[in-house]
């Protein structure tokens, strides 16, 4: 027997085999890559949503009229609760990377002292609202650009 035909044939095999793998492998993290921009995206998008879906409702429940003080605040508490927000934020703390998780986090807190505002006196007439609002509406707006901003990157 011949010992180059047998050389070329097992170095032959071991490069089709190791391209094999190779290929295998650059698949595999390609459908990786995107499972995990997917479960991102679905997962900010739901997030802000669910933020944004919150500001409106508490800004709803401003307006209305004939509430007492104690029932805009009860209303208020069950409003951030029925948004998912409290839950989708943990999973944003998890997923998300470090300062994306600050920016999310930076906005549910603003969410929450907006929510908060409802136990004072009359929030109807509270002058700090409008601040209140701007500065919600600041942290969004950056936590959405942070969003694509990590989306575009991956």
Known sequence: MDWGTLAGTALGAVLGVGTTLAAE???????????????????????????????HRLRDLKRSTGLTREERAKQAGE????????????????????????????????IRDLRDRFDGPDVSADPDWSGMMATVSDALDALRAATRSDLAAN
């Open 25 to 55: 492998r650059s698949r595999w993290r390609r459908e990786s890559s995107a499972r995990d921009r997917a479960v991102k995206q679905q997962l900010y998008a739901e997030y802000l949503g669910a933020l944004s879906l919150t500001t």
């Open 79 to 110: 409003i951030l609760g029925s948004t998912d927000a409290y839950h989708l934020r943990y999973q944003m703390l998890i997923i998300a990377p470090g300062h994306l998780g600050d920016a999310a986090e930076h906005t549910f807190l603003r």
